[in-house]
């Protein structure tokens, strides 16, 4: 297509590997992994060495690694699992959290769980002192996701996860726009439960993993046969899976020199607009240590998202009002309210983000439709 795609936060395209890896399991080798003969066996395997591989990647064990349908599955295992577990107490999730996280935590509350939203800043970041002081023996479970998708703002998860320990509390992080694109550790973080999804790093739509740490209490939510270790039932995708590791490895192998081509492309971007187009803002941060490196969300004073989109669109740019999930509402988004936008501000957001198939003159095409459509809409 004749377009410039900077969508990549919403999906990415399918890498190459990804659709070697999951062709071979979709026809050759089609068995279902939990059958005893030879076409079993070799899914069985396929699923096994899959599993190692994206297992590898976040300094996870195998076994601590389940398999879903994506991240909105593994956001409302975490949290839903953990309650069942628990069967009483309170959750505590940021305001920024994704749509998977914030209404399962809803859900939970209307079932009689007690909740707590911790508000942000005006870039978009949770503080530990407001995560302490709504400590107590009471909570279960912490969510907090490891960098935003509307704003690409990163979380001091770390500091979070310690302060949920230090209170007997899990934690949990949503790392869908982190995985395949930064390192991520669970060790590290000192998460104890982590999701991903698969086609936000060139893997298929409709798989991703959750992490849980051995040891830690969580409720099956899709109740069925054995497997995933009799925690997640249904016949197991192996096409997905060997897609996913597939795709995982590669985002991997290519992190540290990408990430530092997509984010110098993503900051010349940024810098021609917030210098070259009057009443630009930025919502969130350029900050390299604590952004995502494709991700950046702009207000143009006096236009709409929505009416800038369609303009783009037009011009053969695809962006977006942030989150996908909200695409078809109208209503401003929660995480830039959040941030202290207005609901005015909030609707004039776009957001683009770059990826990995795309290039400086993608950019430069990008600004030039950016100022002509900006410039045409004012004119109105
Ligand atoms: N969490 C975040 C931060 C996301 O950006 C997304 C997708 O946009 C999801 C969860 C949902 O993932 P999936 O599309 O795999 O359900």
Known sequence: MDTVY???????????????????????????????????????????????????????APEEIYFTSGGTESDNWALKGAALAHGRGRVVISAVEHPAVYESAR??????????????????FVSADDLAAVMDGDVFLVSVMSANNETGSIQPVRELAEIA??????????????????????????????????????????????????????????????????????????????????ALTAACAEMAAKSAEIRALKDGFAARVLEGIPGAGLHGTLDA??????????????????????????EGVCASNGSACSAGSSAPSRTLLAMGLTAAEARGAVRFSFGRTNTADDAAAAFAALERTVARLRSR
């Open 6 to 60: 900077l969508d990549n936060a919403a999906t990415t395209p399918l890498r190459r590997e990804a659709e070697a890896a999951m062709r071979r399991y979709c026809s050759d080798v089609f068995g279902n992994a939990d059958s005893r003969h030879a076409y079993g066996r070799a899914a069985a395997a396929a699923l096994a060495s899959a599993r190692a591989d994206i297992a590898r990647c976040f300094g996870a």
């Open 107 to 124: 859900q939970l509350e209307r079932l009689g769980f007690g909740l707590t939203v911790l508000p942000v800043d005006g870039e978009g």
């Open 165 to 246: 320990h230090g209170f007997g509390a899990l934690f949990h992080t949503d790392a869908v726009q982190t995985a395949g694109a930064l390192p991520v550790s669970v060790k590290e973080i000192g998460a104890d439960m982590l999701s991903l999804s698969a086609h936000k790093f060139g893997g298929p739509k409709g798989f991703g993993a959750l992490y849980v740490k051995n040891g830690v209490r969580l409720e099956p939510l899709h109740s069925g046969g054995e497997q995933e270790r009799g925690r997640r039932g249904g016949t197991s995708d192996v096409a997905g899976a060997a897609g996913t590791a597939a």
């Open 289 to 314: 240590a604590r952004s995502l490196p494709g991700i950046v969300n702009f207000g143009f004073d006096g236009i709409t998202g929505e009416e800038l989109l369609f303009s783009l669109d037009l």
